[in-house]
Every structure is written in C-alpha cells, then in structure tokens.
C-alpha cells in the first residue's frame, strides 16, 4: 500500500495576523506555523490504512521554503509517517500551481494506492488544492470524507448539507480530503520524534516540476483587517425586559428581521 | 459583449438564494448572463433562472444525476461553460460547488476564489475579496494568468432583487456524459435536519457549554423554529457528543455568514469566532459579563440562559407571528 499525504504548514490559529504596509499579505515573523489541523487526520488515516493493511509506505508531500516545512513534515513522520518529499520555493503558489506541483511530484514517484489531504487548509480556507490535485493525476476525488471504509473498494462518506452524508464507492487510486470526524489524530511520541529525524526527507525544486511561480493564475492583494465593530450595546434588565428590548432593537435598529 | 455564466442550484421549487443573489448580481453587471442547471426536475427550474436574469439557460436534466457525482457534474459543467463563451463563472459557495468548481476550473487552465464575501462584476472583469486567515484580515483576489475566472461567492452577501416573472429565455439542453464507473455514489443518508444547511442560512441560533446538557438544545429548536432559523453550536458541545459534528461553527466546523448570529453561552473562543465573525449583526447570550463573545457582539445580554431563551422564544413569536 503507497499512500502519499499533502500536508500545508498554516500559521497558528491563536497568531496575531499584522498586514505588511504594502498590503500585499502577512508579517511572517513572529508567526507560530502549525501543520493544518485537518492535515492532521489525513496523516493518521493514512498510518491506520497502512498498518491494517499489514505494511506499505505512507509519503507526506508538502510545498514552501525547505527550511520553515520541514518541520511540519517531521512532525507527520514523528506520528508515524516513513519519509517525506519537499518541493522547495520561497514563492506563493496559488491552489493552481500548489495542486499542480504537489499532484506531478506524486506523479514522479511511480504507482500508488492513494493520496489523502485535509479538506481545506484554515489560513487560505480555499478547498481547491485536493480536487487539483486530483485533475494533475487524472483519478477522482472525494472531499469533507468524515468516514472511509477500505476493504475492496473505498467507500468514502462526504458529509453535505444538514448533516446529510453522501457515501461514494471509488475504484482505484483517487484523493479523498479528510474532514474532522474521519479519527482522532495521534500525538507525535517521543521516540516517534527521535525517528523521526533520521527518515528521508527528499527535496525537489520547484523548477524541475516546470512550474514557474510566476505564472500564478490568482494573486491575493490589498489585506486588509476587517472594519471595527462598534461597541457590543448592552441590553440590561430582568429576562422579559431583554427579550423584548433586544427584538426591538434586530426589528428597529439592525432591521435583520 | 461579454458574458457571465451562472451556475445555478436549486432547492425543491425555488432556486437556492445564494443563487438568486448571483443572478442578480450577473444581470447588473451589463454581461449578457447565461445560467446552468444540472439534475433531474432542474428543467423545471429554467423559468426561474430566467426570471432573475438569464438570458440563456443550459439545463442537463438526467435522471441518473440525482445523486451528486464530481466526474459527471465536472464533465457537464465543463461543457457548459465552454459553451457559453463566458471569461467569468459565478456560483454560490455551497457544499456541491465548493468539491465541484475549483477541478472543474483546472480542467480549464483557469483558477478560482471560493468563499468570497464581496464581489464587484463589470462588463470587463471581476474583483472579489475573501477572508483569509480564520477571517483575522480580508484580501483581493487578482486574477493574472486565468482565461476564466471562477467566483464562489458565500451566500446572503448580496441583494437578491424582484426578478421580472413575463422574462423568458431560450433553454438548451445538455447529454448526461457517459459516467467511467471508477467513481459513484452509491447512496445518500439524511442528515438530522432538513432545515436550510448552517453555511447558507440567513439567522443561526448556536448553543454552547452554558446549555449545560445536550437536552437543553431543545429550548433553542423552539427559538430557532420560531425564527425560521438554524441551529449550530461550539466546538465544546460537539466533541462531547451533545450534538452532531455537522453543528458545528468554528475552525474545524463551519465558516458561517448569516445576517444575524445568537450565541447562546457560548464564551467566544477564537476558533468559534473564527467561524461565524463574518455574521451581519450578533447577538450575545451569556451569564459572564466578561465573556469574549461580548467584543465580538452587536447586543448583548448578560443573564441565566434558561430564563432568556424562553423569553426570546416568546417576544420573537409576537413579533414575527402577528
């Protein structure tokens, strides 16, 4: 079973976000960067898949500056993952180029089982970069996978609107994108991190993928912090009054009813 | 002159209203719109889409599409809009689109921006801006090198319109693809409720711990039901298993951008806020009076949830069912 995982590296959700003064994105020092929660039930699904199905090889593929992404993908190793491929550039990717590059490294490895990522990456929220990455290989997808069965084919349920659940039988190699749900993902242990440090970890530029970053089909511009709030108004009073000010209030003041 | 396409959705007899919106918006731009349906009984809704702007309607009306395939739906899209001869396509960021759009993008050498919350349509391009980083801050999304550019716009951003009903368009209809069988759906569960999805309801009403047992939900299914509202909750309650994980607002739930918000004791959190702070107007229950939520609030009420709520229920029933 080879089973490759794309990982992102996102800055913490507890970060304080400042713009640059050019407003072209966010100051990066200071930023704690955290592999993408919903990365992390990808990893674990993928050493659960491996390990019930008695051996194989689990790849964590991530894209961005070598030194800064290492770090995440030792940690997918340090849960159990057995080696990891870093395609190097210091450039933003738009999801395009990322999905591109991350579906043609996969390409190059040769044969595989299945590609597994977290349904959307929390700092760009996009929810592309599976389904592109899918499109680079040419197997179907399935996204917001909260539950997978792996014996003959894979039964993936995606979850939709209301809590209702689509349950996709795939046949073949595909990317499914893991939702919460999907397990509990397992801490790094501590012997886990100290084997973590000598797995192979293979670096690509991005140049030899072909891809050129600045050919970018989407560039994000001009960050800026969401407007102020004005102060929280207070509804003071016993629960009738309250009720019955605040309704006033949403009908009269905010006009959303 | 330049065109739009629209993919439109539908929901039973009505078209979705993230979709209303977007046809609307289409018709303002001064572009000649073009709207796409696909499912069965979708032909049933091309009068609609034309009454809210298209002056063309693409319709695949398959009785083997009822359930959701991205293969299919990618293949029928992509000839949708290959032949409507739009550089622009719009659709409201709903679960279906979200999985669909972005490959069916790629397939087209184009690129996409999902969950935009503002969006300016002109006959000569399109500017959009989404929140990145948990919502922390906005950006623009600049299409460069996209021959297309796909827009995903989060519903109840924008005006819907009257729509004229004497409007009509030419309808064209589109072959179902022949499907490869590596990929299919093989059944649909339904979910708990069959009230409007989190991320496309216009009022929420989400409990937290303050509710203290997972029972207590039903005071708040009284208050949303009065509201024609939809009920979420915080991430605390949903690992305790109190509600579904489908309820969930926040960083590892949903992304919510209602018109109005109540947070029923919920403390506010920076992963729940991450996810509904994109609300119109919230309203902020909560027995602590240093509770974060209260910053991120509109109207706030300090008080014992359990006597509020009733009350709420009540003076919005007055209020709303005169």
Redesign the interface.
Known sequence: MRIFVCIKQV?D??TR?Q?KSDKSG?EETGVKWVMN??DEYAVEEAIKIRDAKGGGQVTVVSVGPKARVSESLRTAMAMGADDAIVIDTSDYL???WT?KALGQAIQKEGAFDLVLTGKLA????????P??V???LG??????V?KLGTEGAWVA????????????????P?VLAAN??LNTPRYASLPGIMKAKKKPLKEIALGDLGIQSS????????????PE??A?????GD??T???E??R???EE?K?? | MSKVFVFVEGQGAELKKGSQELLNAARNSGREVVAGLIGPGTKALTGKASKHGAKTVFVCDAADLG??N??TFGGILEAMVKESGADVVLASS???A??LM??V???L???????CTTLELTTSGVKAR?????????????????PIKFVLMRPNQLPVGAGDAAESAPVKDFPAPAQS?????????????????L??AN?IVSGGRGLQNAESFKILEDLANT?GATVGASRAVADAGWV?????VG???K?VAP??YIAVGISGA??HL?GM?GS??I??VNKDADAPI???????????LF??VP??T???N???HR
Do not use: W
């Open positions: 800055p959700t507890e976000i713009i966010i929660p919903y738009d999801s395009y999905g929390i700092d760009d929220n996009a929810a592309a970069v389904q592109i899918a499109e680079t197997i179907p997808h399935v996204t917001v909260s349920e995606r979850e939709i609107e209301g809590g209702a659940r689509e349950i996709f039988e795939v046949q073949g595909c919460k749900g050919h970018l089909k989407t560039r994000l511009k001009d960050f800026q912090l969401p709030k004005p929280v108004k207070m509804v003071a629960p009738a309250q009720a019955k605040l309704v209030l949403l009908l905010a959303v009813l | 359930h959701y991205p293969e709903s679960v279906l979200r999985d972005p490959r993008a790629a397939k050498d184009s690129g996409s921006a999902s969950d989404r929140p990145v980083y948990s919502g922390k801050c906005t950006a623009e999304v600049e299409f460069v090198n996209s069988g590596k990929i299919k759906c093989k059944e649909m569960v339904k979910g708990a409720s069959s009230k409007t999805d991320t496309e009022i509201m579904p994980h489908s309820m969930q960083q590892t739930g992304t018109s109005l920076i992963q991450a702070s119109k107007v309203v902020a209260f910053q991120k609030a509109n109207y706030g009420l300090v008080g014992d006597e509020i009350k709420l009540e003076e919005f007055k209020a709303l």
